[in-house]
């Protein structure tokens, strides 16, 4: 594939740390680059240990017995450290970013060492005009996905987030769709059906992609990894008499159309394309 793009981002996001520059040719580890001395940022948040991050292995105090079993399922910490993309290298006793380098290393903003796993729902429907009838471009339907604006980067995304400790892909989907997206019922059908059907939705996932997420958070020792699963409410009958409103930590929620012409979040715009390929529809 391409070279990742948003893990290079000029300036650390939340922060005013500058990376180190690493032109196109010079991203795979394979290609020497000499003089390259990435700066080490890890973010206060980081540090300051919540549960969702690791312990510090850098810099290594002699004696210290701190590892982590990379490559493999944590079974203390209730998390996998195994990456979509295979087994990545370890270099002294850090993991390494699978796609390259990024310009910075220490975590940043991200809790994990390694893969920091995340999901991405994506619901969907056709769009469809007064009449109910689904709406044609050159001949190809049309789809929508349920689209949330970011409040760090006020871009729109897929409501998407990282696994929790103990969580599995399923759990974190589901939750995050519903941290994100506040439902709420347009008339008197009783809320409990909703809540049905969207069970019912939700048991209906197809997986559209799992690997690396290209998010201007990645360093070269911590990285996001997504699992994305397609949500498809084929005949509107899920949604048609529900109100979507943006959650906690969300600026906004809307059905977007997929097409060319979407700017979105990190890698989203290649998980929509992969969608819409999926389904037939316009792009
Ligand atoms: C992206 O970051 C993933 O594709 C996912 O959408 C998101 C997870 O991070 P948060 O939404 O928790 O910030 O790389
Ligand atoms: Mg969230
Ligand atoms: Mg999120």
Not at 19 to 37: A, E, M, Q, T
Not at 129 to 153: M, S, W, Y
Not at 192 to 221: A, C, M, P, W
Request: proline share 8%.
């Amino acid at each position: 594939g391409a070279v990742h793009i948003n893990s290079r981002s000029p300036e650390y996001p939340g922060s005013k740390i500058k990376r180190f520059v690493v032109p196109d040719k010079s991203v795979s580890w394979s290609v020497p680059l000499p003089g390259y001395n990435p700066p080490q940022y890890t973010s206060p948040a980081v540090k300051s240990q919540p549960i969702w991050a690791d312990p510090p292995l850098e810099p290594q105090p002699t004696g210290s017995t701190v590892s982590l079993p990379f490559n493999a399922d944590d079974k203390e910490r209730n998390v996998s450290r195994k990456s979509f993309t295979g087994k990545y290298k370890v270099v002294g006793g850090l993991p390494r970013n699978p796609s390259g380098r990024t310009g910075l290393t220490g975590r940043g903003l991200l809790g994990r060492y390694g893969p920091n796993h995340a999901a991405d729902p994506v619901v969907t429907r056709w769009e469809r005009d007064e009449t109910g009838t689904v709406i044609k471009i050159h001949g190809k339907p049309v789809l929508q996905f349920v689209a949330i604006c970011r409040n760090d980067t006020g871009e729109w995304a897929i409501p998407g987030g990282m696994v929790d400790a103990e969580e599995n892909i399923t759990q974190t989907l589901k939750r995050e769709f519903s941290e994100e997206v506040l439902l709420d019922v347009d008339d008197q059908k009783p809320g409990t059906e909703i809540q049905t059907q969207l069970n019912k939705l939700f048991n209906s996932g197809v997986k559209v992609y799992e690997g690396y997420s290209d998010d201007h958070r990645n360093t070269d020792i911590s990285w996001i990894e997504t699992s994305v699963f397609n949500f498809h409410d084929d005949n509107g009958s899920t949604f048609d008499r529900i109100k979507l409103h943006p959650g906690e930590e969300t600026s906004g929620v809307q059905w977007k159309r997929i097409d060319q012409s979407i700017n979105l979040f990190a890698s989203h715009f290649q998980f929509l394309e992969k969608v819409a390929k999926m389904h037939n529809a316009h792009f």
